[in-house]
């Protein structure tokens, strides 16, 4: 008996200082920025990491959202944020990617300081289930006959669902109108009382609505188990595999070790195997890029998203 306890306290130990040693600020709050509005893909995975950060891990974190300008408004502000590893804020690509491209604008790709990115979600077009568009055809055949006259939501100007209608006009030799909102949150109203005709969103909206939407197609290699009817763009023959990264981002004063310490938290946060499960079960992509892999990752996808710009026509 004295072994087995001994032996058990050890273990207990251990856990302890394990939990203890992932805490990157046990004293203090980390604050961490969306900026977009409540009920998003973004707002939701931040307050998953919190519940795990503070039950798990013991680290005291508090969501915060801040919307405006489709994520600018924060983003603008990052820089000036204290760099002392308490602040973060949440990042999307192609959206830092692609929005200093507008006038007005006031960042560059160069001022986001991302350290970790955690999930992809995959474009998803939809409709309401009202809608008289059954299929991804029936959209196609509508926009083709009346050029201009089909309108589908999405969150952000200069953002992953922005440049996804403008490659369903391309690919689809279509012209559709793209009209955004400040955040998935705030377009599901309007496109489920069919105040547009569509949207143009992410696979986890898809699935959490589609009882009220309809889904026509989506970005992915293969079909989804949780829409096993819905079709991918590939499949109707659209050589299309695409949609927005997600992750955090600290100030570029903050010191290498705690943008590290932090990164390494993030990713232990996404490594959670119930949330894990919770979040590809609702569509999304769960993925893994901590700092040491960063520049890499941005050289793949600032020309990627630059491409895609061209192809719109909106830079030459």
Same mark, same amino acid.
């Given at each position: 008996?004295?072994?087995?306890?001994?032996i058990?306290?050890?273990?207990?130990?251990?856990?302890?200082?394990?939990?203890?040693?992932?805490?990157?600020?046990?004293?203090?709050?980390?604050?961490?920025?969306?900026?977009? @509005?409540?009920?998003?893909?973004?707002?939701?995975?931040?307050?998953?990491?919190?519940?795990?950060?503070?039950?798990?891990? #013991?680290?005291?974190?508090?969501?915060?959202?801040?919307?405006?300008a %489709?994520?600018? &408004?924060?983003?603008?502000? !990052?820089? $000036?944020? @204290?760099?002392?590893?308490?602040?973060?804020?949440?990042?999307?690509?192609?959206?830092?990617? +692609?929005? @200093?491209?507008?006038?007005?604008?006031?960042? #560059? $790709?160069?001022?986001?300081?991302?350290?970790?990115? /955690?999930?992809? $979600?995959? =474009?998803? !077009?939809?409709?309401?289930?009202?809608?008289?568009?059954?299929?991804?055809?029936?959209?196609?055949?509508?926009?083709?006959?009346?050029? %201009?006259?089909?309108? !589908?939501?999405?969150?952000?100007?200069?953002?992953?669902?922005?440049?996804?209608?403008?490659?369903?006009?391309?690919?689809a030799?279509?012209?559709?109108?793209?009209?955004?909102?400040?955040?998935?949150?705030?377009?599901?109203?309007a496109?489920?009382?069919?105040?547009?005709?569509?949207?143009?969103?992410?696979?986890? +909206?898809?699935?959490?609505?589609?009882?009220?939407?309809r889904?026509?197609?989506?970005?992915?290699?293969?079909?989804?188990?949780? +829409?096993? =009817?819905?079709? $991918?763009? #590939?499949?109707?023959?659209?050589?299309?595999?695409? %949609?927005?990264?997600?992750?955090?981002?600290?100030?570029?004063?903050?010191?290498l070790?705690?943008?590290?310490? &932090?990164? =390494? /938290?993030?990713?232990?946060?996404?490594?959670?195997?119930?949330?894990?499960?919770?979040?590809?079960?609702?569509?999304?992509?769960?993925?893994?890029?901590?700092?040491?892999?960063?520049?890499?990752?941005?050289?793949?996808?600032? @020309?990627?998203?630059?491409?895609?710009?061209?192809?719109?026509?909106?830079? #030459?």
């Amino acid at each position: 008996m004295k072994v087995f306890s001994l032996i058990k306290l050890a273990v207990l130990s251990f856990s302890f200082i394990s939990v203890v040693s992932a805490q990157p600020f046990p004293d203090k709050t980390i604050q961490y920025i969306i900026p977009f @509005p409540p009920a998003g893909e973004s707002d939701l995975v931040a307050r998953y990491q919190a519940d795990i950060s503070a039950k798990k891990f #013991k680290q005291p974190m508090v969501v915060m959202n801040r919307a405006g300008a %489709g994520g600018a &408004l924060v983003w603008s502000a !990052l820089n $000036t944020y @204290p760099a002392d590893g308490t602040t973060v804020v949440g990042v999307n690509i192609p959206h830092t990617i +692609l929005q @200093p491209l507008q006038e007005g604008i006031q960042y #560059k $790709t160069d001022d986001i300081n991302a350290i970790y990115y /955690y999930h992809f $979600t995959p =474009d998803a !077009l939809m409709v309401s289930a009202d809608s008289p568009y059954k299929t991804y055809q029936d959209l196609i055949a509508a926009a083709k006959k009346d050029p %201009g006259k089909i309108n !589908l939501a999405g969150s952000a100007q200069y953002s992953a669902n922005h440049m996804a209608v403008e490659r369903l006009n391309k690919l689809a030799g279509v012209k559709i109108n793209y009209v955004p909102f400040k955040g998935t949150g705030d377009l599901i109203t309007a496109l489920i009382g069919m105040h547009v005709d569509g949207a143009m969103g992410y696979l986890p +909206l898809a699935i959490q609505q589609k009882s009220k939407v309809r889904t026509l197609a989506i970005a992915t290699e293969k079909r989804n188990p949780a +829409l096993p =009817d819905v079709p $991918t763009f #590939k499949e109707l023959g659209l050589n299309w595999v695409d %949609g927005a990264y997600r992750g955090v981002a600290v100030p570029k004063a903050t010191p290498l070790v705690l943008q590290q310490k &932090l990164s =390494d /938290y993030f990713a232990q946060l996404n490594a959670d195997s119930e949330t894990k499960k919770k979040l590809e079960d609702s569509g999304f992509v769960i993925v893994d890029i901590p700092l040491s892999k960063m520049p890499a990752f941005m050289k793949e996808k600032i @020309p990627q998203a630059m491409e895609d710009a061209k192809n719109a026509g909106m830079i #030459k």
